[in-house]
Every structure is written in structure tokens, then in C-alpha cells.
């Protein structure tokens, strides 16, 4: 061989003609396709139905009657809480202020309802400090009181959600219990969805969900 002849270099096969690295690619493109329909899809699901709610009237935090017909036109997030409550209802009530605040552009088109299961002693007074200590929009946020047994039957046997006391005795406050659920209730109010309020993908969903019916409502 001469000197100036050089020797053919070999050629490195190229991985972009490798047959395995295109159906990897092919394959991660079908699944990235799949899963984005199944998301448009799922959005353009509507939400469930899951019960429509009786007609209620309580006593709002300003001592005014509020119940169905003041709501009526307007989706809303429900929850359900005491003042003295030491153990859940203060982060329940921080959660709700964080849907308060998320959801600050619909103003009172999307309201809010905090229901004592302590009514009596959870008097108006007691709210309006209650509302005014967690930063509650009066415009949109209303805590309902009224009486004990017409608010364990809406609670109970309208939203399906839990309430009770263990004792009597009205100075047992760990003695009351009620579930820790938020609930979405749209403009009809019919209920469409149940959110735990620990779980923060639950509360995602529930902001989410929340914003689609403020939305589709106005």
C-alpha cells in the first residue's frame, strides 16, 4: 500500500438508523398521544351527578335567612365545621380560605357555605368572628347556624356527609364529630363530587372542578 493511500476508516453504524431506538421513540409517542387524549376526554366528561339537595334555609354569620334560594344560579364549595372545634376544623378552614383565594376572579359567582354541626354554639356572633378571623369574603363565604336537628338532617341525610355528638353534655367538644369532605354543588344544586380536604390531590381536583362550574355557569 503507498503511503498516500489511506485505509478506508471504518464506519460506526448511526444510532439514529438503529430500528430499536425508532420504535422506542415511536412507542413513547403513541403513549404521550393516548394519555393527552384521554385528558381532552376526560374534560369534556361532565362532572357526576350524585344527588340533588333539598331545599335548606339556615342563618347566615350576619343573622340574615341564607339557604337554596340565595344560592340558586351560583355553583358552591360546602364544608362543615365548628368554632371550637381543637382539631380538624382549623385546617379545614384554611383550606376552604385557600379555595376562597384561588378562585378570587369569580367573585360571587362561585360562593361559598361552612355549616356549623355546633349550632348552638355556634350563634351568628360567633361565626361573623370566626369568618372575620380567617379572612372570609362576605360577599362569598357564608357560615350557616340554625337549628341542631334541621342541620343534622341537611348534613346527614342531604350532602352524605357525617355528623353527631357522642354525648349530650354541650361542654363535650371532642365529643362532636362530623366528616372532613368538601363538597361541590353546582347551580341546580345538584352535588358533583366529594373532596377529601387532607389530600391534596383531592383539593386540586376540587379547585379544578370548582373552576369548570364557575365557568360553564357564567
Not at 20 to 29: H, I, N, T
Not at 57 to 63: A, C, E, I, L, N
Request: net charge neutral; proline share 6%.
Amino acid at each position: 500500500m503507498s503511503a498516500d493511500t489511506a485505509a478506508p476508516v471504518p464506519q460506526q453504524p448511526s444510532l439514529l438508523r438503529h430500528p430499536a431506538l425508532w420504535l422506542g421513540v415511536s412507542v413513547m409517542a403513541l403513549g404521550l398521544l393516548a394519555l393527552s387524549l384521554g385528558y381532552v376526554r376526560a374534560q369534556s366528561q361532565p362532572l357526576p351527578k350524585l344527588g340533588t339537595l333539598p331545599d335548606f334555609t339556615y342563618t347566615r354569620q350576619d343573622g340574615t335567612p341564607f339557604g337554596s334560594a340565595q344560592l340558586r344560579g351560583h355553583p358552591y364549595v360546602a364544608n362543615f365545621i365548628f368554632t371550637r372545634c381543637p382539631t380538624v376544623c382549623p385546617a379545614f378552614t384554611r383550606k376552604m380560605a385557600r379555595v376562597q383565594k384561588e378562585t378570587d376572579r369569580f367573585g360571587p359567582k362561585l360562593q361559598l357555605v361552612s355549616f356549623s354541626v355546633d349550632p348552638a354554639y355556634d350563634t351568628p356572633e360567633r361565626l361573623a368572628a370566626y369568618a372575620q378571623k380567617h379572612g372570609a369574603n362576605a360577599a362569598r363565604w357564608s357560615f350557616l347556624t340554625g337549628d341542631y336537628a334541621a342541620l343534622k338532617d341537611t348534613v346527614v341525610n342531604s350532602f352524605k356527609i357525617s355528623m353527631g355528638r357522642e354525648s349530650m353534655d354541650e361542654a363535650d367538644v371532642l365529643g362532636i364529630f362530623h366528616g372532613n369532605h368538601f363538597v361541590l354543588v353546582d347551580g341546580t344544586g345538584e352535588i358533583r363530587g366529594y373532596y377529601e380536604s387532607a389530600d391534596d390531590d383531592a383539593f386540586e381536583r376540587l379547585l379544578h372542578d370548582a373552576d369548570r362550574l364557575a365557568r360553564e355557569n357564567g
